[in-house]
Nanobody, 122 residues
Framework: QVQLVESGGGWVQPGGSLTLSCAAS????????MTWVRQAPGKGPERISD????????TYLNSVKGRFTASRDNVQNILYLQMDNLKPEDTAMYYC???????????????WGQGTQVTVSS
């Protein structure tokens, strides 16, 4: 019954910004660690960051540190990813997830949203 719905993706030029949102329902969002994941065409998923229930963030992807900021609103049950100074290498499908797991690019479990496409090009 977990539902995760991403929005905010689109096309942007290098150096531009986008804000992704994830509307969550079907579970106690305020008690759950959430994870942003992205996947470029032909490549495996990359874990961007974990956002703990209280708002603490761990960013795993070095290439986005200092440019991406994850946050959450536990009143409205929304997860955010603010992306600044976007680069072509950021082009990917971006997913809002809960307890994601994968091996060799194949999902093993967890809850995944439908994804929102981010395309960065001149």
């Amino acid at each position: 019954q977990v539902q995760l719905v991403e929005s905010g993706g689109g096309w942007v030029q290098p150096g531009g910004s986008l804000t992704l949102s994830c509307a969550a329902s079907g579970f106690t969002f305020s008690e759950a660690t959430m994870t942003w994941v992205r996947q470029a065409p032909g490549k495996g998923p990359e874990r961007i960051s974990d956002i703990m229930s209280g708002g603490s963030v761990i960013t795993y992807l070095n290439s986005v540190k200092g440019r991406f900021t994850a946050s959450r609103d536990n009143v409205q049950n929304i997860l955010y990813l603010q992306m600044d100074n976007l680069k072509p290498e950021d082009t990917a499908m971006y997913y809002c997830t809960k307890d994601p797991a994968w091996v060799a690019g194949r999902r093993l479990g967890g809850s995944w949203g439908q994804g929102t496409q981010v395309t960065v090009s001149s």
